[in-house]
């Protein structure tokens, strides 16, 4: 329990952490919001909790495959933000997304992977 609730804690500080960054400077709050942060706390968590690294690798190789449909996400988030609002522009984004996780995972058939 204490472990599970330390990964809470430690977590959050750094999804704050980038928050507050954010704030402050768009540049650097980007640079660190693109990092791959919560996939390394995720794998670090799972490497001390004994996850193999077949189950890690398995993590790491799904991670990229949903990586791929979100990027075009952050090319149309800003440009409907300034046109329609953010309410509009987040529904829109999400949208988006799992249109494209779809799209994705009937290609990714093709190559022998399935996402879904």
């Not at 193999?52 to 449909?69: D, E, Y």
């Amino acid at each position: 329990m204490l472990f599970l609730f330390s990964k809470v804690m430690v977590t959050a500080l750094v999804v704050v952490a980038v928050s507050e960054i954010a704030q402050r400077s768009d540049k650097w709050g980007g640079l660190i919001a693109a990092l791959p942060l919560t996939t390394f706390l995720i794998i670090s968590w799972m490497y001390f909790e004994g996850a193999s690294a077949a189950k890690i690798g398995n993590h790491m190789r799904f991670t990229l495959f949903f990586v791929l449909p979100t990027l075009p996400m952050f090319l149309a988030f800003p440009y409907l933000i300034g046109r329609f609002g953010f309410p509009f522009a987040l529904v829109a984004a999400l949208l988006l997304t799992g249109v494209l996780m779809l799209g994705f995972n009937a290609l990714y058939e093709q190559f022998g992977f399935k996402i879904f």
